[in-house]
T-cell receptor
Framework: RKEVEQDPGPFNVPEGATVAFNCTYSNSASQSFFWYRQDCRKEPKLLMSVYSSGNEDGRFTAQLNRASQYISLLIRDSKLSDSATYLCVVLNYGGSQGNLIFGKGTKLSVKP | DTGVSQDPRHKITKRGQNVTFRCDPISEHNRLYWYRQTLGQGPEFLTYFQNEAQLEKSRLLSDRFSAERPKGSFSTLEIQRTEQGDSAMYLC???????????FGAGTRLSVL
């Protein structure tokens, strides 16, 4: 089982749609969680951190369920500019460790 | 530009040649990471430094790979005797702390012919 698994995608949605991405992680001791966005042939960029209480940033809402080891990202009122690959990311740290573990990513295409 | 800088952006080499990439992190960040990303996959961890100390290496980092961060500032990643399977995007990231957000450079895209 991969450490971080995401919906395979791709997701093709019209402008204005609401879309949800799901992610599960295997290490129950994982401590920090993020969603990164990656445009084609560009570097990953942090979209938002994910907290147990859930957090919202404009049209984006992230949720974390530690008991189920499940992370989600909801995008409301999709824009053409939201088209990208969304990477679910887990940070395990302790001792000398501190590297990010990425899912394969879910590609989103928002169409006019 | 005060972000993470990587050089070169693209590298084409022939199989068997050695290549070296450079990463300049954000200046206040003492942690520096190298990742590799192939098409259709998320980035995979290779190694990381805290200041000049290399604290962890992935099993992906074969003996042909070596990384240094001699003065705790910039880092280099060298691949010796390149193979076609080394073709990938090599990403560098830096962070101010163990649990801090990692900021990525634009990457070096390596093509081994």
């Amino acid at each position: 089982r991969k450490e971080v698994e995401q919906d395979p995608g791709p997701f093709n949605v019209p402008e204005g749609a609401t879309v949800a991405f799901n992610c599960t992680y295997s290490n129950s001791a994982s401590q920090s969680f993020f969603w990164y966005r990656q445009d084609c042939r560009k570097e990953p960029k942090l979209l938002m951190s994910v907290y147990s209480s859930g957090n919202e940033d404009g049209r984006f809402t992230a949720q974390l369920n530690r008991a189920s080891q499940y992370i989600s990202l909801l995008i409301r009122d999709s824009k053409l500019s939201d088209s990208a690959t969304y990477l679910c990311v887990v940070l395990n740290y302790g001792g000398s460790q501190g590297n990010l573990i990425f899912g394969k990513g879910t590609k989103l295409s928002v169409k006019p | 530009d005060t972000g993470v800088s990587q050089d070169p952006r693209h590298k084409i080499t022939k199989r068997g040649q050695n290549v070296t990439f450079r990463c300049d992190p954000i200046s206040e960040h003492n942690r520096l990471y190298w990742y590799r990303q192939t098409l259709g996959q998320g980035p995979e961890f290779l190694t990381y430094f805290q200041n000049e100390a290399q604290l962890e290496k992935s099993r992906l980092l074969s003996d042909r790979f070596s990384a240094e961060r001699p003065k705790g500032s910039f880092s280099t990643l060298e691949i010796q005797r390149t193979e076609q399977g080394d073709s990938a995007m090599y990403l560098c990231a830096s962070s101010p702390s163990l649990a801090g957000i990692q900021y990525f450079g634009a990457g070096t895209r390596l093509s081994v012919l």
